[in-house]
């Protein structure tokens, strides 16, 4: 645990507006591994702070798992399951095998992603949790920063809640 700076806080502000704008620019209903493994790192370095670590306990890391590896995961187990089970089977059941992992990929294929993976539009909705969260702690005055700082603080954290909300609410109207 470490104490969060003024400098540091600063550089959390204009981060949090950088990833706002990242996100902004992906699609809301996928799930990016890129941007799962970048964020869950982002949220290792944010809860080393004291101040923040308490508040931040409840936002869960992002699961990067698309539709692409829950399909190969899936034909995989198929792949096992002929080659352990297909001798025992016989001729009907590795056929009605065959049918019900063939049902099951095309179940999987049209599962929406966020039900195994974090989509982009769950991401948004962490980092505007964690916007509020500086922004609490920004207007709390426990920071210390002068006027200036505390305006552009204040600036970028308003720009990342801004664009966050947008393209969430962009999501639900889609």
């Not at 187990?77 to 095309?106: D, K, S």
């Not at 294929?109 to 609490?136: A, C, D, H, S, W």
Request: hydrophobic share 45%; glycine share 6%.
């Amino acid at each position: 645990m470490a104490p969060l700076t003024r400098k540091e806080f600063y550089d959390l502000a204009e981060r949090c507006r950088e990833e706002a704008f990242e996100l902004a620019r992906h699609d809301q209903s996928r799930v990016n591994l890129a941007q799962c493994r970048r964020f869950n790192e982002w949220l290792a370095e944010l809860r080393r702070y004291d101040e923040l670590a308490p508040h931040l306990k409840t936002i869960s890391p992002a699961r990067p798992i698309n539709r692409w590896m829950v399909m190969a995961a899936s034909l995989g187990i198929w792949l096992l399951a002929m080659l352990f089970f297909g001798q025992t089977l016989g001729p009907q059941g590795a056929r009605l095998l065959t049918f019900g992992v063939t049902g099951t990929v095309i179940l999987l294929y049209f599962l929406p992603e966020g039900l195994y993976g974090t989509t982009i539009e769950m991401l948004e909705g962490k980092v505007l949790r964690i916007v509020e969260q500086l922004e609490e702690l920004l207007f709390s005055r426990s920071m210390e920063v002068t006027e200036a700082v505390f305006f552009k603080i204040k600036e970028n954290l308003e720009a990342a809640r801004r664009e966050l909300r947008q393209q969430i609410h962009l999501a639900h109207n889609y």
